[in-house]
T-cell receptor, first 112, second 117 residues
Framework: EDKVVQSPLSLVVHEGDTVTLNCSYE??????LLWYKQEKKAPTFLFML????IEKKSGRLSSILDKKELFSILNITATQTGDSAIYLC????????????FGKGTHLIIQP | NAGVMQNPRHLVRRRGQEARLRCSPM?????VYWYRQLPEEGLKFMVY????????ESGMPKERFSAEFPKEGPSILRIQQVVRGDSAAYFC????FGQGRNRYEQYFGPGTRLTVT
């Protein structure tokens, strides 16, 4: 069975800290890995990663994929209270499956 | 440009009733995905539709669930004879792209929270 596992499931840090969120996967087919941020409403797209070792960056957020070890990390530097959210990792299986397989998410809480 | 619209935002149904969830994709988007988020679980893919076509319904339960995306109007996710286990948040996402790498620039609606009593 295809699996996407995120860790930790929840994390509480102080404003200004740097956090690293993990996503590992075991899937039969792999096309890409995606990160989403889910606040009170729907997830918003952050990154799509297809190649190993190439860092994607957007402001204080960055992400990288390791296709050999089958994981990805999402880094957030200089965290702010507005970063509090659930961060979802999803894998695009390709091979005709048109949906995504999601992990359960990491619930990140930034304390002032 | 309005985002993806879903309605109702909250829906309460008694066991055995029907639930109809609507999703209006962003303007210019002809690809719609439905996901279900159960408590304590991640989002799970249900179905992918284009206008008038179901492309992939591999995530849909075999019974009681159906989806459509007519030529005119919103996409509808229909759940017949609801049971308590159907209580969840149902998200719709739309994309302007079909095949190709960019198709997962999906834009999510706010979700419909279904509660079955």
């Amino acid at each position: 069975e295809d699996k996407v596992v995120q860790s930790p499931l929840s994390l509480v840090v102080h404003e200004g800290d740097t956090v690293t969120l993990n996503c590992s996967y075991e899937v039969t087919n792999f096309r890409s890995l995606l990160w989403y941020k889910q606040e009170k409403k729907a997830p918003t797209f952050l990154f799509m990663l297809t190649s190993s070792g190439i860092e994607k960056k957007s402001g204080r957020l960055s992400s990288i994929l390791d296709k050999k070890e089958l994981f990805s990390i999402l880094n957030i530097t200089a965290t702010q209270t507005g970063d509090s959210a659930i961060y979802l990792c999803a894998v695009d299986l390709g091979g005709g499956a048109d949906g995504l397989t999601f992990g359960k998410g990491t619930h990140l809480i930034i304390q002032p | 440009n309005a985002g993806v619209m879903q309605n109702p935002r909250h829906l309460v149904r008694r066991r055995g009733q029907e639930a109809r969830l609507r999703c209006s994709p962003m303007k210019g988007h002809s690809h719609v995905y439905w996901y279900r988020q159960l408590p304590e679980e991640g989002l799970k893919f249900m179905v992918y539709l284009q206008k008038e076509n179901i492309i992939d319904e591999s995530g849909m339960p075999k019974e009681r669930f159906s989806a459509e995306f007519p030529k005119e109007g919103p996409s509808i996710l229909r759940i017949q004879q609801v049971v308590r286990g159907d209580s969840a948040a149902y998200f719709c996402a739309s994309s302007p792209f079909g095949q190709g790498r960019n198709r997962y620039e999906q834009y999510f609606g706010p979700g419909t929270r279904l509660t079955v009593t």
